[in-house]
């Protein structure tokens, strides 16, 4: 297998993304996070929160009642959408924080919701915080890999995928279909499930994965490897026990997303999130120390990482 590419300053400063100052929200994108579950909630805010701090114009999380309030105190730039419940109406929900603005809470019939959400949002994450065993899950994952224009599928939407490999089919059916490449973000023993021939190291078989099933593999670990569908390999050896912590992986696949939804390609979204994920995690250790920072603390720093990697300047008039 070829040498990877190392994920540094100059190869990140070369991806800057346009942002015009004549640009409106909608210009910069709209982004679906399907996240959150009892217990698990602090996923959907960490992701929407770093998806915010990507410069992505409108956040939609489609979460559990549960969560939505909590999530709209922590992230009041967010917009809520409450998943559906079995035998309930359609009342009215306050949206970013309890302004005015109200939004109708997600009718119950059974087929028609999900694609009326995902209908006009340029990419959808789905996965962080999601417990696997939830019908809504399982039910809706094989219509996002269906017709997601550009999809990032994280944490429990990995785990269902790995349980139901005839879900894989449809990663390779988008090409078909003109669809871009689906983005994977395991962390190791993820991988292992959706691959259990696979050993720890062994790069070259997860890029035959990526490129089988047409997809970009962000396979996450103390050095992330980065593998796309047209064979090539990034690797990120920057390592930094600061981030190992529950919620740093929600903060990745936000920021991923949140790039994606602002129009860069699966390759540049991917190694631009990795690079920069990792960048705020250097800055966050130098301000704080590796015990005490929290993913939390990273998108505090996304600012300086875009001032040092002169994507500041891809702002124009």
């Known amino acids: 297998m070829a040498t990877p590419i190392r994920i540094d300053e100059t190869l990140l400063s070369r991806l800057c993304?346009?942002?015009?100052?004549?640009?409106?929200?909608?210009?910069?994108?709209r982004l679906l996070i399907y996240a959150g579950s009892t217990g698990m909630g602090g996923a959907a805010v960490m992701a929407?929160?770093?998806?915010l701090r990507s410069g992505t114009g409108l956040v939609y999380v489609l979460t559990s009642q549960d969560v939505l309030t909590p999530l709209l105190i922590r992230c009041p730039e967010a917009l809520g959408i409450p998943l559906p419940q079995e035998k309930t109406s359609s009342p009215l929900v306050p949206m970013a924080g309890g302004l005015s603005r109200l939004m109708p809470a997600v009718p119950a019939e059974k087929e028609s919701w999900f694609s009326k959400i995902i209908s006009d949002k340029q990419a959808v994450l789905m996965g962080p915080g999601l417990q696997p065993d939830r019908q809504d899950v399982l039910s809706n994952l094989p219509f996002a890999l269906e017709n997601a224009p550009h999809l990032v599928l994280d944490a429990g939407a990995l785990t269902v995928l790995s349980a139901h490999p005839e879900m894989l089919s449809l990663l390779k059916s988008r090409r078909e279909k003109g669809l871009s490449p689906v983005v994977l973000t395991p962390h190791l023993g993820e991988f292992k499930r959706?691959?259990?021939?696979?050993?720890?190291?062994?790069?070259?078989?997860?890029?035959?994965?990526a490129v089988e099933y047409g997809v970009v593999l962000v396979l996450k670990s103390n050095e992330?490897?980065?593998f796309t569908s047209s064979g090539k390999w990034y690797s990120n050896p920057v390592r930094n026990s600061g981030l190992a912590k529950g919620g740093s992986g929600d903060i990745l696949a936000g920021l991923l997303s949140g790039l994606l939804a602002q129009g860069m390609s699966?390759?540049?979204a991917a190694v631009s999130a990795v690079g920069i994920h990792s960048l705020a995690g250097k800055l966050c250790r130098e301000k704080l120390g590796a015990r005490a920072m929290l993913p939390t603390d990273l998108w505090t720093y996304f600012g300086a990482c875009f001032q040092r990697l002169q994507w500041e300047e891809g702002i124009t008039s």
């Not at 993304?17 to 909608?26: L, N, S, V």
């Not at 929407?48 to 998806?51: E, I």
């Open 17 to 29: 993304p346009a942002r015009p100052e004549t640009g409106h929200k909608g210009t910069f994108g």
């Open 224 to 226: 992330t490897n980065l």
């Open 266 to 268: 699966e390759e540049e």
């Open 48 to 51: 929407a929160g770093s998806a």
């Open 194 to 209: 959706l691959l259990p021939s696979w050993e720890e190291g062994d790069y070259a078989s997860a890029g035959a994965f």
